[in-house]
């Protein structure tokens, strides 16, 4: 293998490595125009993707012993998700549907675990980290709240109760 193949192996591989979460794209009618202006949409939300060859990948894929089964036809992208992969997910299938599909995704790796497209589509369905979380903290604390507005209640009739009977004793 040449030199410079060797090295773009190596690099594919390590950045394979750095990143838990990555998606396949498949792109089409992708020019340079579009392909700027849909790598400055993924920086905003800190994240990059790397046009790579199929070749490559897949055999860099293969020597870390990643099992990817993909069957793609065109050119290949790389968009590493780093550690939010259901809004970077969201986020491309958002920024496809809005320009004639130019991409297709085709699988991927979340967290260590090969998906398919199939599961991007489920993926990209999910809500983010932040909106679950306060899901799941409003599950808490509603019946917190409701306890506290029983209480109020009970302890506000009380004093309305004292309240009349004082009235009606003093007329």
């Given at each position: 293998?040449?030199?410079?193949?060797?090295?773009?192996?190596?690099?594919?591989?390590?950045?394979?490595?750095?990143?838990?979460?990555?998606?396949?794209?498949?792109?089409?009618?992708?020019?340079?125009?579009?392909?700027?202006?849909?790598?400055?949409?993924?920086r905003k939300i800190g994240v990059d993707i790397e046009i790579v060859r199929k070749r490559m990948f897949f055999k860099?894929?293969?020597?870390?012993?990643?099992?990817?089964?993909?069957?793609?036809?065109g050119h290949i992208g790389i968009i590493f998700a780093g550690n939010e992969p259901v809004e970077v997910t969201q986020s491309v299938l958002d920024y496809s549907k809005g320009n004639d599909s130019c991409f297709e995704l085709l699988g991927g790796r979340v967290e260590g675990h090969v998906i398919t497209a199939s599961d991007?589509?489920?993926?990209?369905?999910?809500?983010?980290?932040?909106?679950m979380r306060a899901q799941f903290l409003g599950?808490?604390?509603?019946?917190?709240?409701?306890?506290?507005?029983?209480m109020e209640a009970l302890l506000t009739s009380v004093a309305y109760c004292l309240e009349n009977k004082a009235q009606g004793e003093q007329q």
């Open positions: 293998m040449k030199k410079e193949k060797q090295f773009l192996l190596d690099e594919i591989k390590e950045q394979l490595q750095r990143s838990p979460s990555f998606l396949i794209a498949q792109y089409s009618s992708f020019g340079a125009n579009r392909a700027n202006e849909f790598r400055r949409a993924l860099a894929a293969e020597e870390l012993g990643i099992p990817l089964s993909v069957d793609c036809q991007v589509k489920r993926l990209s369905q999910l809500p983010n980290k932040n909106t599950l808490l604390e509603a019946p917190m709240a409701q306890t506290l507005a029983t």
